[in-house]
Every structure is written in C-alpha cells, then in structure tokens.
C-alpha cells in the first residue's frame, strides 16, 4: 500500500485497531439482535417501563415505553448507551493520540522535518479521525441490517442509517474535542481525561434531565441530546440536530488549527 | 558568500528559564558549522527554533535567506533535518518509512535512496521497532540527506553509530558539502567536530561564547610543551615569559603550557642547548574544557 500522505498514513497506522473495533462492534449488535425473538412476546415488558416507579433504569435504557417494538427495542438495547459508548471510545482514542500521540513519542519533530505546514497536518489528521469512526459506523449499520434480517425484524434500513449517522455525528464530535485538546496541549492522557469527564457528564445530563425536573433546560448543551432526542429511529434525521453536532465538529476542527499554529512544539 | 543561517538576537525563555539568551550567528554557504556544546548548553533549542518547531521569545531567525516562521514548508523543503534522539514510526519499516517521506516530498530519486542505505549497511525491511539504537540513527541520516538538500541540519548525528559507520558518516558529509551544501552539525563531541567542522561555534549556558574557524581557535590553544636541554636550567628564566604558565623543572626537562604563540619561549629556549622538543597540537578539547571552566 502506497503511504502518500498523512491522511492516509494516519488510517495505516489505525488498521489493526480498526479491524478488532468492527469485529467487536458488529459481534455485539448482531449477537444483541438475536434476543429479539423472545423480547418481542414479552408484552408484559412494557408494563415494567411504562411506570415511573424505577426512574434509575432510564440512565441506562432511555425513556422507553415500547420495549417489544422494533425500534423500542433497538434504541433501548443498543443505541441509548452501548454503541454510543464504543463510538465514544474509539473517537477519543484516536482524537486524543492524533497530534498530542505523535508529539510524545516524538515523531512529530520527524514529520514536520518535512515540508508540511502544521495546518496541513492537522486538516489531515483531523479528516483520518472522521473516516476512521465513518468507518466503524458503516460496519454497525451492516451489523444492525443484518441482525434485522436474522431475526426477522420490520425495520426500515435507512432509519437504521439514519440513528446510525447520528451516533458516528456524536462520535466524532467527542473524537473532535479530544483531537483539540491534544492539538492544544500536546498531552493524550490530559485530552482523554477531559473528553471522557465531558462524555459522561453530556450522557448523564441527557438521560437525567427528563427526570430531574431543574436539569431539564440544561439538556441542550449536551451533545448527547442532539443525537438522540429526536429519535431518529422512529422518525429519521432532524437536521437541524445534525446541523448541531456539525457544528460544534468544525468548531473543534478550526479551533484545533489555531491552538497548534500558534504553540511551541514538545521534544519526545 | 551569503548566509544561509542567519540568528539574530535570539532568547528563547520557557516561563522563568532561560534556555539560549542574544544569540547572534552567522552560517555561511558551503561551511561545515560545527555547533558545540555540553547537554543542556542550548544546541537543541537553537535547532528547533531554525525549524519553526519553536518560536522565539526574542529575535530574528532566517533560514536560506526565508523567514523561519512564515517560509517555514518552503525552508524545510530545501534542507534535511536529523533530530537528536531521533524517533520514528516504530510499526514501519526503514522502506515504507522512506517512501513515505519520497511521498510528502513529492518525487525523490529512489536510487540515491538505495545508495544510501546500502552505504550505511542499513536494514530497511525490518519493521523499526526491531532495530538497535544505531540502525535506526542510519535511517535517520538517509532522510537527511536522501533528496539532495541544500543544508542539512543534524543534531548529534553520530548517536549511537559504530566507529565505522561514524567514518562513513564523515566521508558522506565530506562528499555533501563538496557538491556545495552547507551542513550545520550540532555535537558535544569535540574531536568530531574538530575532525569535520570547518568553523565552530561554541555555546555555553544558552549564550554563544565563541565563534571562529576552527584552525584559529587552535592557534588560540594551551599547548604543553617540553624542551629537554643538556644541562639543568633555573625555572625563573622561563616563568616571566608571556604566555606561560605552569612552569616545572625536573633536572634538565623543562615542561611548561602556552597560551598563544610560542615565539618567546622558543627565543628564551634557545640559549641554551636544546636536545628535544615535544609538543602537542593544539587541541580543541583543551580550548573547550577552557572556555567552559572560565
């Protein structure tokens, strides 16, 4: 394989990572799926989730009142917290490791030897990042297409593209908020540690707010409630959520920019 | 000659640290810059400031005759740059590494490329995380060099190479400056510097103590010099002459160290009968060790 450039050096680099993460995302979903079957005659499911006595559960499996649906079962099961979850991670892996990666190992010095601007590097990189969880998103919609199929379940493929696009929006936008901190900072560890506090606390805050009555206007800075207040599932994209996320990726991107132009680089 | 490196009155502080301070320099085209200096004087910061790696705190640095900070893509396109405590992508190995720079740089010519390397006896099929401290030092050196560049800027480039390969070492950039490339090498090692460099810079505590060809600063040398005569001497008649120091009398032996020319003493010396002289050169290492015990 021909290594051209830094974009596609920077998804080199990730092929192994990238092969175990689809692997282990779509063995999830499709092994997920196949409970369908016995979920879907458990009306009595519902019953349980329709009652406000354990508001708790809703952290974990949204505000879901039709368990036994198509889609009340797919968003319950996977799309609230689970695949969300590993978009997260793998985003922020990479985000993080982009720029402040190289710089601790020291082979930026190497690389910048060359006659690359620094704005070149990191519009490259920043761009690997998003085709890396792309990536992964497109392997967990084939997974949830054909865990669909296995158990025979009525849901449409492009509402599953659509949460599905969705939640890679959500991905690379935590993915972009580490790949900042690191462009700015040049330490991974301090990037993860903010962007993982920012992960949990954007979920908590969008699972949370329903139920804690003064933390519902503050549900809206949580990117969490672009991706999935909507629904996407049951009633495609709200664009304007996706408009969002968008958004708030290119801000990183731009910012990322000018926070690496302007700073002194580390020594490995 | 124009100059290719041109710094002036650099200060690079981090916070209250004082790393190099008014630094003022001058590298010529076609010289062979020796950048000399312990761990910690300075030479790495001034480096990585001509790459734009760093920004000054104070001063103008140019490089090839562009600014260091907005020319930056354009200078490194014409220099080769070797890092101290080089580090590269461990997962690659030498050959794709290399390709991949041929890429970024859009077009090299491959065959000097395997010159290179068959040269320094490189291994550029294992992956680099397998290689010693030494091989991979040698594909840091074929990137420095592999397109042909018009400076090349080298941060204690002979880490970790074997004595021969340190002579190909000097033999490559011999050959280098002779087809009129300028190099700038940055070392703590005096007698590679003395062995290569035609003119050096001395740095010490972030400021640059001295700037001279090398041949003049050993003129500038203590020397230690011996004169064996035919029969005992006093000490008094030697020790007032200028530029003496250290007199001792051991019967008939006179041994004694000079600074500067060594006219007088020779002149005093021969009034008597002179059986033997001995003395060292000039060494670099003497004039070093002086400059940082001062």
Known sequence: MMLRNVFVKSLWDQKRSLVWWCLGIGLMIIITMLFYPSIREMTELNEIFATDENPLMKVFVGDITDITSPEGFVNSQLLIFMVPLLYLVFAIGIGSGSIAGEEEKGTLDFLLAHPLTRESVIVQKFLAMNFAVAWIGVFAWASLVIGAAIVDMEIGYSRLAAATFSGVLLGITYGGIAFLFGAAFGKRSLSIGITGALGIGGYLLNVLGPIVGWLEPFTKISPFYYYSSSDPLANGLDWSHMAVLLVVILLMGGMAILSFRRRDLAVG | MDSVISIRNLTKNYGKNVAIQGINLD?????????????????????????DFIRPTKGVVSVLGLDSRADSAQIRKRIGYLPGDIALYEKMTGRQLLKYIDGLRGGLDWNFVIQ????????????????????????GLIQAFMHAPELVIMDEPTNGLDPLMQ?????????TNKKGATIFISSHIVPEIERLCSKVGIIRKGELVAVEEVEK?????????T????????????????????????????????????????????????????????????????????
């Open chain 2, 227 to 294: 004169f064996v005569f035919d029969m005992p001497i006093s000490k008094e008649e030697f020790e007032s002459l200028p530029g003496v120091i250290d007199v001792e009398v051991e019967g008939t032996a006179l041994k004694c160290t000079i600074k500067g020319p060594v006219d007088a003493l020779v002149k005093a010396a021969s009034w008597h009968k002179v059986i033997k002289i001995i003395s060292d050169d000039g060494n670099l290492e003497e004039i070093f060790l002086d400059f940082y015990a001062g």
């Open chain 2, 217 to 225: 600063l050993k003129e500038k040398a203590l020397r230690k010099i």
């Open chain 2, 116 to 139: 290179l390397a068959e040269r320094f006896e490189a291994n550029i099929d294992q992956p680099i995380r397998t290689l010693s401290r030494g091989n991979k030092q040698k594909i």
């Open chain 2, 167 to 175: 002579q190909e070492f000097y033999r490559l950039v011999e050959e």
């Open chain 2, 27 to 51: 590298v010529m085209r076609g010289e062979i810059f020796g950048y000399l200096g312990p761990n910690g004087s300075g030479k790495t910061t001034t480096i990585r400031t001509l790459l």
